[in-house]
Nanobody, 128 residues
Framework: QVQLVESGGGSVQAGGSLTLSCAAS????????MAWFRQAPGKEREGVAA???????????FYADSVKGRFTISQDNAKNTVYLQVNTLKPEDTAMYYC??????????????????WGQGTQVTVSS
């Protein structure tokens, strides 16, 4: 059964915006950590943003330095959905964006292997 489903990717020009969505199964959504990663062609997957929600209440957000001030992670408890608002897009933001959930405690949010569940990804392409 599908547990994490991303949507919202697309092709935009530099400076544009997109809203990425990640619909999660309840047991993943309630796991305290949800995150977004991305992988550009020829590059390793990297952490983009994460949200820590103990007991379902948003507590702390984390961002890669390269996206601070441009990307915003948020969630909607009623929909079990995590969002990534991506603004002021640059060509270097072109990548497949993945949602991840249920992080093993005590690992840094950027540690890919710490997450138990992954979505299939949604492609973001930014043209100059």
């Amino acid at each position: 059964q599908v547990q994490l489903v991303e949507s919202g990717g697309g092709s935009v020009q530099a400076g544009g915006s997109l809203t990425l969505s990640c619909a999660a199964s309840e047991h993943i959504y309630s796991s305290n950590y949800m995150a977004w990663f991305r992988q550009a062609p020829g590059k390793e997957r990297e952490g983009v943003a994460a949200i820590y929600t103990p007991g379902g209440t948003p507590h702390t957000t984390f961002y890669a330095d390269s996206v601070k001030g441009r990307f915003t992670i948020s969630q909607d408890n009623a929909k079990n959905t995590v969002y990534l608002q991506v603004n002021t897009l640059k060509p270097e933001d072109t990548a497949m964006y993945y949602c991840a959930g249920d992080k093993t405690p005590f690992y840094d949010w950027r540690t890919q292997d710490a997450y138990k569940y992954w979505g299939q990804g949604t492609q973001v392409t930014v043209s100059s």
